[in-house]
């Protein structure tokens, strides 16, 4: 769900130049940035603004609330660099998930199938997105996609709308429980572990979200 979105992805309704994507993975834009990155952290207790130069971290700031007197210090940094693109990665509590088979239908079909069950089971300000599973491999041969939405709180429209208003560009707002299957990945093979568990349990914690 985002500004470049995935092509199997539905529209997503957002506030000003924001949009949203579910996206298993994410690469560092440098075009006009040279490898550097703004990345804020939003969760149901506030927000962390993280500047990366790569995979470094050169700073990091906590704000309680989208609040001016609260984010002074992080627009302030954002508009020093106004040529770094800026993602919003949301770990609120405010996220569904569904699993959804579609019939047997061409690839272009079923993005159509898709777009529509994404409209009819959320609501109309949600911000949807949706990833391929696969199909299957026995019987009719079904997509299966995980249908995703991000209910558009108070609280995220007024992440949403400062976003708006800064010179950065706006790369993408991002879903953790979909980013954090990178991690895993990752644990995996600094590990060793060739060939992981089916199901495997990922617990987190921050100061914006507290445990996941």
Known sequence: ??????????????SGKAKARAKGRRTVQKKGGKGRSFV????????ILVYMEGNKVVRR???????PSSTEAMVSLLRSHPTVPLSLLIDSIDQQYVRQGFPPVSSLSVKGLVSRRLERDFQPEDLKGSLPLGRDKTGRKEWNFLL?????????????????????????????????????QMINGGTGNKAPKPWQLLVTHNKVSGFR
């Open 61 to 67: 700031l906590f704000a309680p609330s989208a609040q």
């Open 40 to 47: 804020i952290l939003i969760g149901d207790d506030g927000a």
């Open 148 to 184: 995703i939405a991000l209910a558009k709180t108070p609280t995220l429209t007024e992440w949403l709308d400062l976003a708006s208003e800064l010179p950065n560009e706006l790369s993408g707002v991002y879903l953790m429980p979909v980013e954090a299957t990178i991690y895993i």
């Open 1 to 14: 769900m985002a500004r470049t979105q995935k092509k199997d992805a539905a529209p997503a309704e957002a």
